[in-house]
């Protein structure tokens, strides 16, 4: 399912390019100077993909505790029905109510440094730019997320959000250096197939809960049980010979 994160954050950055794309158009990168621009870019991606990876740790754990109490099928199904839920849902009923309320006051501190860094345009913050850009609300981190949640693992989690982040790699690299350079109106035809993409990914965490037995699709709970029961093994095998010597 990790791939999946690359193909969400690549079709997702199409929607980037319009909510975080003029961050990237006013990141004060040394153009002229051929090598200094890309690491002052691959400084704001780095800053960006340590925010995905940290939003990543903090779900992957939540996953983990649940997968511990027995939950991860059930979850994985929930999350599946979720994302087709968000895929079909008109964003009018997104926009009408505002998802972030809850967490406002934590949105506005991140805006507020964000724009201070902005403010200084020094070449020296554009890893801080990046790093507080990645903790800005948006529909399709908020997809990635529930991803990071199904993983079952804390690493997994962290490692869905960073593979997110890298499918976004290449559209945000060109708005640093070339501004909107997708026309409006591939853009929008572009975002209208993304719902599509996330719907298919919901089915596939759904068929993924099922456990029907298909192959790095669908493991069976006995395929799950088996894989938990040979670590298990190889973990009393090790102490046990740790204690013979």
Known sequence: ?????????????????????PIAFMLPIDKKNKWKGFFQTMSYHIGRFIAYSLIGLL?????KGLYLAGFQQRLTILIGVIMIIIAITPIKIFNKYNFSKPIYFLISKVKEKLGF???????????LIGFFNGFLPCGL???????????????????YMLLFGLGTLPLMTAAVYVGNFVKVSLRNKIQ?????FVAIVGLLFILRGL???????????????????????????DTSINNGR
């Open 117 to 127: 860094y902005l403010q200084k345009r020094s070449a020296k913050k554009i890893f």
């Open 59 to 63: 779900f992957g754990a939540i996953g």
């Open 141 to 159: 981190v908020y997809g990635a997320v529930f991803g990071s949640i199904s993983m079952g693992s804390t690493l997994e989690g962290a490692l």
């Open 211 to 237: 456990g029907l037995g298909i192959q790095y699709v669908s493991p069976s709970d006995a395929q799950l049980n088996l894989s938990n029961n040979a670590n298990t093994c190889v973990t009393v095998e």
């Open 192 to 196: 209208k197939s993304i719902p599509i």
């Open 1 to 21: 399912m990790l791939y999946s994160a690359l193909i969400l954050g690549f079709l997702g950055s199409f929607h980037c390019i319009g909510m975080c794309g």
